[in-house]
């Protein structure tokens, strides 16, 4: 069994687990960063409002000193761990935490414009070129009145931020490794328990598509693939058994056709030679002719049989007089029957007693049983014809008073080809087809038949039908 699928299955996981890292290192890094930059953007604006109202405005007003402001800012500016600057509103820098404390020689930023900062209250920029790199920088304005003395910033490298969103990833990350790393240890475990069994399953079948019937398939599972092996094991067991059928099928009936054939073929060359004299022609004719009979007979019975293979539950019901049949079927044996002095006792019930069946079908089961039990029975005994109601059902039965059948061999009598022992030395004639047959027949029509027999007493065979 080719691996392409188990294959696909593995590479599909690998694709996503790369997929998923790269994923979780590029835009859950992005969106961690954008999380914490806004979060620590909050966090400035609101240390710049309160450095507004409790230092700056002081500072603005004359009530602070800027040395004093200076030492607050810059305690703040520890706190943060950014830079805090006091910006007048032409853009001179007047106090500055990153650089010592001065009173002249004010540093002017050239292209400073509150307006021009951004729609928002935060951003991330070289903050009018003060920085050789981006920082995330607010700015506050420092209000007195109506007008606008200054502006508070706030500015913090993006280093420390960038490393908090590593640190916050990094668990993420070892958790995203671990989770694929269990979960690729279940895919396999799951491949295993799947695609094992599955190759067994195929291998199986490859061996009975080969002809090989006697392989099985070994998967002890109580899932659908144990249910799927299981299945195909008794598959090929209904297989054997057929092919072993037919074989024993093919066996029995070249040995049953091969018998007449010799006889026909022996007495021809003998006559044709002059082996057998022509005043005995008549009598060899005779013999040529009984076994061409037995011929057509075994043909016809195979024949029906196979029909009802090809045909089963095929039926042609209609409603009839089982009494009438049963009395047209005994008056066809008359002749049979007067030769061995054998009576046919009809005990039916009622006048007429009608049936859904296929008649044809059931004339031929009445026809083989009642001839069964003619060959069977002795000279001078008794047939019996019954038809009874019980239990909703028509009841028939065929009832002799022959040989019987031993026990031991009831169970064998439906196989094709059966001959009981105690039978073959009063039929060679039979095909051992006819209780086949009559099976058949009764089971297409959803119907039971049994058998009673007792060695030297007597059989009777009894089946139902559904009344009209």
């Not at 069964?372 to 028939?396: D, Q, V, Y």
Request: glycine share 8%; hydrophobic share 40%.
């Amino acid at each position: 069994m080719k691996k392409r699928l188990y294959l696909k299955f593995i590479a599909a996981y690998m694709i996503l687990a790369v997929v998923e890292l790269l994923v979780i290192t590029s835009l859950g890094q992005q969106l961690v960063f954008d999380a914490l930059v806004k979060n620590r953007a909050e966090g400035l604006y609101a240390e710049a409002g309160k450095a507004s109202s409790l230092r700056v405005r002081g500072y603005f007003s004359g009530d602070k000193s800027a040395e004093s402001t200076y030492a607050s800012l810059s305690m703040a500016a520890s706190v943060t761990g950014g830079t805090i600057r006091v910006i007048g509103t032409d853009g001179t820098i007047l106090i500055d935490t990153s650089d010592s404390f001065r009173t002249d020689e004010y540093p002017v930023i050239e292209s400073f414009n509150y307006a021009a900062f951004g729609p928002k209250y935060y951003e991330i920029s070289t903050f009018f070129g003060q920085y050789g790199e981006e920082v995330l920088s607010v700015m506050y304005p420092v209000t007195s009145g109506l007008s606008t003395r200054g502006y508070i910033a706030v500015s913090l490298p993006l280093t420390s931020i960038r490393e908090e969103t590593a640190d916050i990833l990094k668990p993420v990350v070892i958790v995203g490794i671990i989770n694929f790393g269990l979960s690729f240890v279940i895919l396999l475990v799951l491949g295993f328990s799947v695609y094992v069994p599955l190759r067994k399953i195929t291998d199986g079948a490859k061996a009975f598509a080969s002809g090989n019937l006697n392989h099985t398939i070994e998967v002890a599972t109580n899932d659908e693939m144990g249910y799927l092996a299981d299945t195909l094991n008794v598959m090929a067991a209904e297989l054997r058994k057929n092919e072993e059928y037919q074989k024993k099928f093919i066996s029995n009936i070249s040995h049953d056709f091969r018998s007449p054939l010799t006889s026909i073929k022996g007495f021809t060359e003998a006559m044709t030679d002059g082996t057998i004299p022509p005043e005995l022609h008549e009598k060899y004719l005779g013999i040529i002719a009984q076994e061409t009979e037995r011929l057509e007979k075994l043909t016809n019975s195979v024949l029906t049989l196979e029909n009802m293979d090809m045909n089963k539950g095929s039926l042609s019901k209609s409603v009839f007089d089982i009494n009438g049949l049963l009395k047209k079927t005994a008056a066809v044996f008359e002749g049979s029957c007067r030769k061995k002095k054998i009576s046919i006792d009809l005990v039916l019930t009622g006048p007429e007693l009608s049936v859904n069946a296929d008649y044809e079908k059931i004339e031929q089961v009445i026809y083989n049983l009642l001839d069964n039990a003619i060959k069977f029975s002795e000279k001078g005994s008794e047939i019996k014809l019954e038809t009874t109601i019980r239990h909703g059902k028509c009841e028939i039965s065929v009832k002799d008073e022959g040989c019987g059948i031993p026990a031991a061999e009831l169970s064998y009598i439906w196989d094709r080809f059966y001959k009981s022992d105690s039978s073959r030395g009063k039929d060679r004639k039979g095909s051992g087809l006819g209780l086949s047959i009559v099976k058949e027949i009764v089971s297409a029509h959803n119907q039971t038949i049994s058998v009673v027999s007792t060695v030297n007493v007597g059989t009777e065979f009894i089946f139902t039908l559904d009344l009209a």
